[in-house]
Nanobody
Framework: QVQLVESGGGLVQPGGSLRLSCEVA????????MGWYRQGSGNRRELVAD???????NYIGSAKGRFTISRDNAKNTVHLQMNDLNSADTGVYYC??????????????????WGQGTQVTVSS
């Protein structure tokens, strides 16, 4: 069984920083794209940043220059360093990953999973 385990998040003042982490845990063969999405109050879930297996990255416009996504392929972990946070960054942040794992019978199977979500609140 594969699951995404998120950590980080919390309350921070405007201009502050937070670091989110997400580990893909379980019988993993390989992890492909990893990314972070957020959902503000009353809003749709939107992509914040993602990173390909080779390290190429993609950011939503508002995150460019402030957020950095990185991954540790050896640990199947993705991080999101968020700097200069503002109130518009408030929301629940979800980790997303896809890849290949082994099922209960040991056979390769594709997976696409979401983390449980972690709250980020930017407020003075």
């Amino acid at each position: 069984q594969v699951q995404l385990v998120e950590s980080g998040g919390g309350l921070v003042q405007p201009g502050g920083s937070l670091r989110l982490s997400c580990e893909v845990a379980g019988s993993i063969i390989s992890v492909k794209f990893m990314g972070w999405y957020r959902q503000g109050s009353g809003n749709r879930r939107e992509l914040v940043a993602d990173i390909a297996p080779g390290g190429s990255t993609n950011y939503i416009g508002s995150a460019k220059g402030r957020f950095t996504i990185s991954r540790d392929n050896a640990k199947n972990t993705v991080h999101l360093q968020m700097n200069d946070l503002n109130s518009a960054d408030t929301g629940v942040y979800y980790c997303n990953a896809d890849g290949i794992a082994t099922d209960a019978s040991g056979r390769p199977t594709d997976f696409v999973l979401w983390g449980q979500g972690t709250q980020v609140t930017v407020s003075s």
